[in-house]
């Protein structure tokens, strides 16, 4: 049973063409939750972690939000080099080892 | 500077050999990982390595083995190479667990 669940599984966008991912978590005792970009054939890139409820972090276009469920990563205004795979990892519990969902895969058409 | 880099970048090779995938990184992070990365882009945890405790996930088989010369580097040891294990191999590390630093990986296609 996953405890990280990422949705969509794959977004089609238009540039400029705001849009939102989600990542809903099943752990208790979140310790931090992680958003990266991967690239094909790269390994992933760190964007954000965020610690609390409330939280947010922004970087260019991209806004990360975490709830006691859930976080968002907000895409304002994308551009066709945003496209990529952007995956969730949920650091929880006793466990320092990061959990990853299985990715959202974002295109973004010119 | 790459921060973390791995070699080889691609390695194929017959059912049954023995392989290994090297890691080195320069960030002077206190922690190694590998990640083994599926057909379907799902990252799953093999091993976290630091200089006082290994943690390996239950689920990968004993013919895998983490092998750490010094803090810097943390190489992969594969025996007897099923067809199952091709996938990417992902080395990355961390400070105190924060916000890991991924190598560029190495696909391994088993035939």
């Known amino acids: 049973e996953d405890q990280v669940t990422q949705s969509p599984e794959a977004l089609r966008l238009q540039e400029g063409e705001s849009s939102s991912l989600n990542c809903s978590y099943t752990v208790s005792g979140l310790r931090g939750l992680f958003w990266y970009r991967q690239d094909p054939g790269k390994g992933p890139e760190f964007l954000f972690t965020?610690?609390?409820a409330g939280e947010e972090k922004e970087k260019e276009r991209l806004k990360a939000t975490l709830t006691k469920k859930e976080s968002f990563l907000h895409i304002t205004a994308p551009k066709p080099e945003d496209s990529a795979t952007y995956l969730c990892?949920?650091?929880?519990?006793?466990?320092?080892?990061?959990?990853f969902g299985r990715g959202t895969s974002l295109i973004v058409h010119p | 500077d790459t921060a973390v880099s791995q070699t080889p970048k691609y390695l194929v090779t017959q059912m049954g050999n023995d392989k290994s995938i090297k890691c080195e990184q320069n960030?002077?992070?206190?922690?190694m990982y590998w990640y083994k990365q599926d057909s379907k882009k799902f990252l799953k945890i093999m091993f976290s390595y630091n200089n006082k405790e290994l943690i390996i996930n239950e689920t990968v088989p004993n013919r895998f083995s983490p092998k750490s010369p010094d803090k810097a580097h943390l190489n992969l040891h594969i025996n007897s190479l099923e067809l199952g294990d091709s996938a990417v191999y992902f080395c990355?590390?961390?400070?105190?667990?924060?916000?890991?630093?991924f190598g560029s990986g190495t696909r391994l296609t088993v035939v």
């Open positions: 960030l002077g992070h206190d922690t």
């Open positions: 990892a949920v650091q929880a519990g006793g466990s320092y080892i990061p959990t």
């Open positions: 990355a590390s961390s400070q105190d667990h924060n916000g890991y630093t």
């Open positions: 965020l610690y609390s």
